[in-house]
T-cell receptor, first 114, second 109 residues
Framework: KAGVTQTPRYLIKTRGQQVTLSCSPI?????VSWYQQTPGQGLQFLFE???????NKGNFPGRFSGRQFSNSRSEMNVSTLELGDSALYLC?????????????FGEGSWLTVV | GESVGLHLPTLSVQEGDNSIINCAYS??????FIWYKQESGKGPQFIID?????DKRQGQRVTVLLNKTVKHLSLQIAATQPGDSAVYFC????????FGTGTSLTVIP
């Protein structure tokens, strides 16, 4: 069974631009969550989707948004990029309706904002 | 916000020795905990989990201990191997998952 797939793996953007990251969960998984990882802050929760509905959201500004499609694939978008948005963005999926279950991560998308 | 802290940012052990990685969590209402391993350039990999109704759980070469009284979690790795070198995170589930910044484990051959 294929794992969580994230694209693109690496990207460089300029301040003020916007970016869209994509995530394909493990087959059969309906919950997708997104995390930002930086050396100083560690892994921080962005949001979680289940059956196309956002169930939970972390403490990030409105520039960070996401969505989930009917096939459980998910995208996250960051608008008006800032230098501080440079990070590894991780997507995780879970098979359970209850979010308190094991989440499996993808390899991440490395975003550099210059 | 919630914080999940690790006592030591780095840990070095000799190959073949046992490793213990500790984690202090913040919220006594957290009821699910996970340990992850992250190798350089890769995403976090699930190691083992434990629910708050248990105090110990064993996997292959790994054991997680949960002490709810002091809000402490530990990961024990038996017979540590070079391939175990990585950053290890604990996570607690409260209203969302909260992760620590990690402990970097280095295995000395």
């Amino acid at each position: 069974k294929a794992g969580v797939t994230q694209t693109p793996r690496y990207l460089i953007k300029t301040r003020g631009q916007q970016v869209t990251l994509s995530c394909s969960p493990i087959s059969g998984h309906r919950s997708v969550s997104w995390y930002q990882q930086t050396p100083g802050q560690g892994l921080q929760f962005l949001f979680e989707y289940f059956s196309e509905t956002q169930r939970n959201k972390g403490n990030f500004p409105g520039r960070f948004s996401g969505r989930q499609f009917s096939n459980s694939r998910s995208e996250m978008n960051v608008s008006t990029l800032e230098l501080g948005d440079s990070a590894l963005y991780l997507c995780a999926s879970s098979s359970q309706g209850d979010w308190r279950n094991t989440i499996y991560f993808g390899e991440g998308s490395w975003l550099t904002v210059v | 916000g919630e914080s999940v802290g690790l006592h030591l940012p780095t840990l070095s052990v000799q190959e073949g020795d046992n490793s213990i990685i500790n984690c202090a969590y913040s919220n006594s209402a957290s009821d699910y905990f996970i340990w992850y391993k992250q190798e350089s350039g890769k995403g976090p990999q699930f190691i083992i989990d434990i629910r708050s109704n248990m105090d110990k759980r064993q996997g292959q070469r790994v054991t997680v201990l949960l002490n709810k009284t002091v809000k402490h979690l530990s990961l024990q790795i038996a017979a540590t191997q070079p391939g175990d070198s990585a950053v290890y995170f604990c996570a607690e589930a409260f209203n969302q998952f909260y992760f620590g910044t990690g402990t970097s484990l280095t295995v000395i051959p």
